[in-house]
């Protein structure tokens, strides 16, 4: 077997506020193959994309991360010095969020962005710096690159500046890429666009990708393994087929059922009963207890996460597999 | 819930729209016309957010109002509501030209069709606990006495599933589902016959959304309500609605019942629109994409605004308004390629291959 990319164990993000500790990401593992396509999915507040800062290392006060390891191709992140760091992001791993806005600087040109991103990291003369940019933006799908390097981000679009985004990420050809949330602000036709560009280019290119998204119809189109997360924790892991087709942890099961589709029609929809519960104070036990039809009194205490057959599921008692 | 039930000419539409028209002006400020005294020529900014825009809406249906952003969903439901004018056209409650009804008459049937908004953070007052902000309206339109208001309030928050204990809450006190809850016990309030729902679930998580969607669901069963229903998201509207309308920049390009939309889509659009919506079913799916980019509003494309991005394009589409045909009993599109009725195109287009014809299209016209 390859080495993985990315191997992240028991991984822990605590926010340290006021009102007390938030176990934002509690003891998450999970690795990524090169090449591979993971999706981390969750309703909000659970941890998904404090998972992805954390990984990049852009957790910031009161967050830190306490405990776990986060191994680069075999390169242990926690800890090393901020120079390593830095040389490492937007170099080997890039990030890509929900919002283009949050990458571009509004007051500089796409070329002094893309440039100043190679420079960053690589040693090449500036003419070749910009034929590298205008590549990149080629490859993205922006038409007239060459003129379009000279524009600024409010004088694109919400999905050309997506795009932009990509193509910043791509410059220095990383092994893995974390995308937050990128096409939730978009048009359906525009995210699927966008969803076309990345899987040819990972696939061109053999660059990993972690999916981060509350959205299983996209991770299900794009996706090889899914990581389904609940009040900071894994619940279920595995292939996507596997775990979309035979959900076997209630939650999982619960969110599936709660997607309108096809079948659904003028059926009401499985509802998963209540809320999320706030992370803050969290006490022992499975946190989706309360809500969970199939809990018992051993839910109490905290389930492991279980592998077998080449999936994991955080349960007492999961839905059996058929 | 009941389908198939084609909308039968033989009822009154409870609210139909007849070619209403929406522009927004941005006018000149100073500077510009200053400039323009010398020349400049700067011109007046104009969005047609909607275009002769006809829309009926039969008791008890649940029409769904699909388009990605800047196509003018939300200006068409505001127009239903009430919140913005019109232009030109008109619009009939119950057959009731509405701009020429008594203060009286308009009342009531400002009552009678409510909204419920896509944020449910920003659509409610925060400074206003639960009694007042669902049990205002009531009070003000005599449905309710002063005295009664408690009662009544917690009742409308049992109707939408809320405990009757909130009732002295302020909005931050609540979660998202909560909130959105709140907002339909609001427009429920006042016992309307129609509610317009802009993006009601857009903003909640999956599982809340679901929630809510069944709780749109019963209401309708319990009430006899008539939704029209805004959404970008396919997968919510085809689980509710009985009918479905695609907007594009303004315009109406298909509308017609469910089935029909999601099982033989017309116009090249909704065809692109369909392949696009992103599916649990569909595995390690191969993404194309339509081409281009959706134009903005202010300088919509001449002819048929889908023309740059459509695949079946031709030059008629260039320069001519495609009209709304009937193409199937109660199913209307606007494209060219149906008026010829006996050219070989329309029946390829009725009959529809959607998504893999037009994935192989896309394919192949991307390696030539």
């Known amino acids: ?322 | 819930m009941n389908r198939q039930n084609l909308p039968n000419p033989a009822v009154t539409p409870i609210l139909r729209l007849e070619k209403v028209s929406k522009k927004f002006e941005k006018s000149l400020d100073v500077a510009a016309k200053v400039a323009n005294l010398f020349g400049a020529g700067i011109r007046q900014e104009i969005v047609h957010a909607v275009d002769e825009v006809s829309l009926d809406v039969y008791p008890g249906e649940v029409v769904g109002l699909v388009g990605e952003s800047g196509c003018g969903k939300s200006t068409l439901g505001r127009m239903a509501v009430g919140l913005h004018g019109l232009n030109s056209g008109a619009r009939f409650w119950k057959g009731e030209d509405l701009d020429k009804m008594d203060t009286k008459q308009k009342h009531a049937t400002r009552l009678a069709i409510q909204m419920i908004f896509q944020d449910p953070y920003a659509s409610l007052n925060p400074r206003l606990r639960v009694s007042d902000i669902v049990g205002e309206a009531p009070v003000v339109h005599r449905l309710v006495g002063r005295a009664q208001k408690k009662e009544y309030v917690e009742s409308k928050l049992e109707l939408v599933g809320l405990d009757p204990l909130m009732i002295d809450r302020f909005p931050h006190q609540f979660s998202g589902g909560q909130r959105a809850r709140v907002g339909i016990a609001r427009a429920l309030a006042v016992n309307p016959e129609f509610l317009v729902c802009d993006e009601a679930v857009a903003a909640l998580d999956v599982s809340i959304q679901a929630q809510v969607l069944n709780l749109f669901v019963s209401l309708r069963n319990r009430l006899n309500l008539t939704y029209l229903f805004i959404s970008h998201d396919l997968a919510v509207v085809r689980h509710l609605s009985d009918r479905v309308v695609i907007m594009y920049l303004g315009r109406v390009l298909e509308s017609a019942a469910s089935d029909q939309i999601f099982s033989r889509a017309n116009h090249p659009y909704t065809q692109a629109l369909l392949a696009s919506a992103p599916e649990l079913t569909t595995k390690k799916k191969v993404f194309v994409g339509v081409r281009g980019e959706i134009p903005s509003p202010l300088n919509p494309p001449s002819g048929c605004h889908f023309h740059p991005r459509c695949i079946h394009a031709m030059e008629r589409c260039k320069t001519e308004r495609p009209p709304l045909l009937e193409v199937a009993p109660a199913h209307f599109s606007a494209c060219h390629l149906n008026e010829d009725a006996a050219s070989s195109r329309m029946s390829r287009l009725v009959q529809i291959a959607p998504a893999n014809d037009l994935r192989k299209k896309a394919r192949t016209g991307a390696a030539s």
């Open chain 1, 1 to 322: 077997m390859q080495q993985p990319v990315l191997t992240v164990e028991n991984l822990e993000t605590h926010f340290f506020s006021r009102a007390g500790v938030v176990k934002a990401v509690d003891r998450v593992s999970f690795s990524v193959q090169p090449g591979e396509v993971m999706g981390l999915v969750g309703e909000s507040g659970s941890g998904k994309s404090i998972t992805g800062y954390s990984i990049i290392g852009l957790v910031s006060e009161p967050g830190r991360i306490v405990g776990g390891s986060i191994k680069f191709k075999g390169e242990e992140l926690r800890g090393l010095p901020e120079s390593r760091i830095r040389s490492i992001r937007g170099n080997r791993i890039a990030m890509i969020f929900q919002d283009p806005m949050m990458t571009l600087n509004p007051v500089l040109r796409i070329d002094t962005q893309m440039i100043e991103t190679i420079h960053a990291h690589q040693n090449v003369s500036a003419g070749r710096a910009r034929e590298m940019a205008r590549d990149a933006l080629g490859r993205v799908g922006i038409p007239s690159p060459d003129e379009r390097l000279l524009a600024y981000p409010h004088q694109f679009s919400g999905g050309m500046r997506q795009r932009v985004a990509i193509a910043i990420a791509l410059l220095n050809k990383p092994d893995l890429i974390i995308c937050d949330e990128p096409t939730t602000a978009l048009d359906v036709t525009i995210q699927e666009q966008i969803l076309c560009e990345m899987q040819t280019l990972c696939r061109e290119t053999g660059t990993a990708l972690i999916w981060i998204t509350h959205d299983l119809s996209v991770v299900a189109g794009l996706a090889d393994s899914i990581c389904v997360m609940y009040a900071g924790k894994i619940v279920e892991n595995g292939s996507i087929s596997d775990v979309l087709d035979r959900p076997r942890h209630p939650y999982t099961v619960g969110l599936i059922g709660s997607i309108p589709s096809r079948n659904t029609r003028g059926q009401p929809l499985a509802q998963i009963p209540g809320s999320t519960p706030s992370l803050l104070n969290l006490g022992a036990g499975c946190a989706f207890r309360t809500r969970c039809e199939r809990a018992s009194g051993e839910c109490e205490k905290d389930p492991v996460l279980t592998k077998r057959n080449g999936r994991s599921v955080r349960c007492f008692h999961p839905v059996a597999e058929s």
